[in-house]
């Protein structure tokens, strides 16, 4: 099952129904959760243990793995930081087993019990972190603060219970200090916060598993918010028919590329042609057709000046995509317009055909076909008004909002690209930075292209498009210290083939 997304508030209203109305006791999930961190300890080469906790649920889950752990014959040093009073039920009960089982068990309630607590974890191979969980709405001080800053500079190895304490689970961001762990058990959804550039600094690696809520609760608080995955690829990639022909595979007209940018155009068209689109064709200036005629084997090129080729091509055309390498200017503006105008398409926008919707938004919402566009942060910033920073930490409200605004799809680039019709919202975990380089939007925009041109749903050739992207640099930059659009170009056909079912 692909992992969906959610915000705090809405995990909190799926425990709380999942306790009061399905009558799962919360002491259940809280010991389905401790065996859940356990699973993901690697007991075979770690045998001791710091387990830091506080007094509420989170601290409750960090008890019961202690137990677990101290039952697996591990050493186990357990540290309630702050005081017993105002402990949660839960959280009690696993803190009085601690005692009764007789387990190392020390409070850390000021800085001269901060000693102890640094001997334990020098001596430790793993930190649990179990201090603070979703719950956190201020900035951390006193000895939380202390012990969270010397987790960070004394431990080996550091396993966050849910969420790293200090961390926000909504928007990523450290509440004045935060644990760095290299492993964070996250249960049932993804924290909205984990997709906020910088947050796998302090999460590590994170894992989602299951305590045992019944989808029933999920789905009564959750929206189509999801990560995609292989599964979520392969069951929608499509098997050719033996009989098929080029015919039967789509059409696909690029108009891209000025002087100085052929390679944009160059690219573009070579991303819908290795992605399996029965023929595309290239609409460019007069004055570098000749350049990309020579470099383009399996694609066609005909010139932006002939009106009646161009009008022929845009009518056969079953995807268009638009606007790599082709200026920023009034000329690309009217282009657009034009495209956007033509009922039944299905267009995709991307580079300077976003850039000059800047002040120009109306063109979108009077549209006449389907369209995905593909900004990066600075070309969202453009056409939005919001700052970079800002729509850095809110992506999926950013995009999910001028989608629905404009009634298109938006797929914004970066790490952990967002596609968003406005009401659905997908994120792509493929991809990584030897990809930073120049061409590799331009390859994607073919891409979209291809398989919008292919039948498939916008929104989803838009989802498939971008996880085949980012798997095929995935896969090269295991080899690979920087992966060029032209790799990818070559990728793409056996990542694709890969990944269908």
């Given at each position: 099952?692909?992992?969906?997304?959610?915000?705090?508030?809405?995990?909190?209203?799926?425990?709380?129904?999942?306790?009061?109305?399905?009558?799962?006791?919360?002491?259940?999930?809280?010991?389905?959760?401790?065996?859940?961190?356990?699973?993901?300890?690697?007991?075979?080469?770690?045998?001791?243990?710091?387990?830091?906790?506080?007094?509420?649920?989170?601290?409750?889950?960090?008890?019961?793995?202690?137990?677990?752990?101290?039952?697996?014959?591990?050493?186990?040093?357990?540290?309630?930081?702050?005081?017993?009073?105002?402990?949660?039920?839960?959280?009690?009960?696993?803190f009085n087993i601690l005692k009764s089982l007789h387990v190392?068990?020390?409070?850390?309630?000021?800085?001269?019990?901060?000693?102890?607590?640094?001997?334990?974890?020098?001596?430790?191979?793993?930190?649990?972190?179990?201090?603070?969980?979703?719950?956190?709405?201020?900035?951390?001080?006193?000895?939380?603060?202390?012990?969270?800053?010397?987790?960070?500079?004394?431990?080996?190895?550091?396993?966050?219970?849910?969420?790293?304490?200090?961390?926000?689970?909504?928007?990523?961001?450290?509440?004045?200090?935060?644990v760095k762990a290299d492993k964070t058990v996250t249960f049932?959804?993804?924290?909205?916060?984990?997709?906020?550039?910088?947050?796998?600094?302090?999460?590590?690696?994170?894992?989602?598993?299951?305590?045992?809520?019944?989808?029933?609760?999920?789905?009564?608080?959750?929206?189509?918010?999801?990560?995609?995955?292989?599964?979520?690829?392969?069951?929608?990639?499509?098997?050719?028919?033996?009989?098929?022909?080029?015919?039967?595979?789509?059409?696909?007209?690029?108009?891209?590329?000025?002087?100085?940018?052929?390679?944009?155009?160059?690219?573009?068209?070579?991303?819908?042609?290795?992605?399996?689109?029965?023929?595309?064709?290239?609409?460019?200036?007069?004055?570098?057709?000749?350049?990309?005629?020579?470099?383009?084997?399996?694609?066609?090129?005909?010139?932006?000046?002939?009106?009646?080729?161009?009008?022929?091509?845009?009518?056969?055309?079953?995807?268009?995509?638009?606007?790599?390498?082709?200026?920023?200017?009034?000329?690309?503006?009217?282009?657009?317009?034009?495209?956007?105008?033509?009922?039944?398409?299905?267009?995709?926008?991307?580079?300077?055909?976003?850039?000059?919707?800047?002040?120009?938004?109306?063109?979108?919402?009077?549209?006449?076909?389907?369209?995905?566009?593909?900004?990066?942060?600075?070309?969202?910033?453009?056409?939005?008004?919001?700052?970079?920073?800002?729509?850095?930490?809110?992506?999926?409200?950013?995009?999910?909002?001028?989608?629905?605004?404009?009634?298109?799809?938006?797929?914004?680039?970066?790490?952990?690209?967002?596609?968003?019709?406005?009401?659905?919202?997908?994120?792509?975990?493929?991809?990584?930075?030897?990809?930073?380089?120049?061409?590799?939007?331009?390859?994607?925009?073919?891409?979209?292209?291809?398989?919008?041109?292919?039948?498939?749903?916008?929104?989803?050739?838009?989802?498939?498009?971008?996880?085949?992207?980012?798997?095929?640099?995935?896969?090269?930059?295991?080899?690979?210290?920087?992966?060029?659009?032209?790799?990818?170009?070559?990728?793409?056909?056996?990542?694709?083939?890969?990944?269908?079912?």
């Amino acid at each position: 099952m692909r992992l969906r997304i959610a915000p705090v508030e809405i995990c909190r209203k799926i425990d709380d129904y999942t306790i009061n109305e399905l009558k799962i006791p919360s002491i259940i999930l809280m010991e389905n959760a401790a065996l859940k961190v356990v699973d993901n300890i690697d007991l075979k080469n770690y045998d001791s243990f710091c387990v830091i906790c506080t007094k509420g649920n989170n601290g409750g889950d960090g008890f019961a793995v202690a137990r677990h752990l101290y039952n697996l014959n591990k050493k186990v040093h357990v540290f309630l930081v702050g005081k017993e009073e105002g402990m949660s039920e839960e959280c009690r009960t696993n803190f009085n087993i601690l005692k009764s089982l007789h387990v190392d068990l020390d409070k850390v309630s000021s800085l001269e019990d901060i000693a102890e607590l640094m001997e334990s974890i020098d001596e430790s191979q793993v930190v649990i972190d179990g201090i603070f969980g979703t719950g956190i709405s201020r900035n951390i001080r006193g000895i939380q603060d202390s012990v969270i800053s010397l987790i960070n500079e004394k431990s080996k190895y550091t396993v966050s219970i849910d969420v790293p304490s200090g961390l926000n689970g909504n928007t990523g961001e450290t509440m004045g200090n935060c644990v760095k762990a290299d492993k964070t058990v996250t249960f049932q959804l993804y924290k909205k916060g984990f997709l906020r550039y910088g947050s796998d600094e302090f999460t590590g690696e994170v894992v989602v598993e299951d305590i045992g809520i019944p989808e029933i609760a999920i789905k009564k608080f959750i929206g189509p918010e999801f990560i995609m995955d292989k599964d979520f690829v392969g069951e929608r990639l499509k098997k050719r028919n033996k009989l098929g022909h080029k015919g039967d595979y789509g059409r696909v007209l690029v108009i891209a590329g000025s002087q100085g940018f052929t390679g944009a155009a160059y690219i573009c068209t070579q991303g819908a042609v290795r992605s399996g689109a029965g023929l595309v064709t290239l609409g460019c200036y007069k004055n570098i057709q000749q350049i990309l005629s020579s470099k383009l084997v399996e694609g066609m090129t005909i010139q932006l000046e002939d009106d009646s080729s161009m009008k022929k091509a845009v009518e056969k055309s079953d995807a268009i995509a638009i606007g790599p390498g082709m200026g920023a200017n009034d000329r690309t503006l009217d282009i657009v317009a034009s495209i956007l105008n033509i009922p039944g398409k299905n267009v995709v926008i991307d580079a300077d055909g976003v850039n000059v919707l800047k002040g120009n938004l109306q063109i979108l919402r009077d549209k006449k076909c389907k369209a995905v566009l593909t900004p990066h942060l600075g070309e969202m910033a453009r056409i939005t008004g919001f700052d970079i920073g800002y729509i850095e930490k809110n992506r999926i409200e950013v995009a999910k909002n001028f989608a629905a605004q404009n009634g298109v799809i938006v797929l914004l680039k970066g790490y952990n690209t967002v596609i968003t019709d406005g009401e659905r919202v997908a994120v792509n975990p493929e991809g990584n930075s030897s990809m930073a380089s120049g061409g590799m939007g331009d390859c994607l925009t073919g891409i979209i292209a291809s398989f919008a041109a292919q039948k498939y749903d916008l929104f989803e050739a838009a989802c498939i498009a971008a996880f085949v992207h980012g798997y095929s640099g995935e896969k090269l930059s295991r080899y690979m210290f920087c992966v060029n659009a032209g790799h990818v170009l070559k990728e793409l056909p056996f990542s694709i083939k890969e990944l269908m079912r």
